[in-house]
Structure formats: structure tokens, C-alpha cells
């Protein structure tokens, strides 16, 4: 299932839903990766200063990937028409 994230908060509830529906712990999925469990904390809670490394290590501990693709716009939006 693909989820729209557009904000870290909205990627912290998206991988703290996945890591409870895999039945995981915050420190059993940071052990697995070598992250502690305050800072998985912090990108759960949405801490925009996550790095980049610990994000994809997360990922990875719940073996989920990032997909990038462009926004996608209402059809009146795309013609320019505000109304």
C-alpha cells in the first residue's frame, strides 16, 4: 500500500503505524539498525532535522522504500483556470 507523505509529521505517523503493524518496538527496530530509541522517537513525533542516513536506515529496518514522483494537480490547475 502507497501512502502520500507531505510533511514529517505525516512520515512520522506513516512509520510508526508500519512499526506497530509489523508488532515491533521502537528499540527492536533501532537495534536492527543501529539507531536508538529516542531517535526513532523524535522521527516518529516528526523532527524535521532527521538526517538523511538515519531515514533510510528506518526505512530499510522496516523494509520499506522512498519513492519520489511529481505532484499530482486537480485538472483545473493543470489548465491555469484559479476558479
Known sequence: MSQKILSPDALGVAL?????KRKLSQTEVGKSVGIDQ???SRVEKGNPGTELGTLFRLLAALDLELIIQPRQHPANEAK???W
Open 16 to 20: 510508526r503505524a508500519e512499526r506497530k
Open 38 to 40: 529516542p531517535t526513532i
Open 80 to 82: 491555469g483556470d484559479a
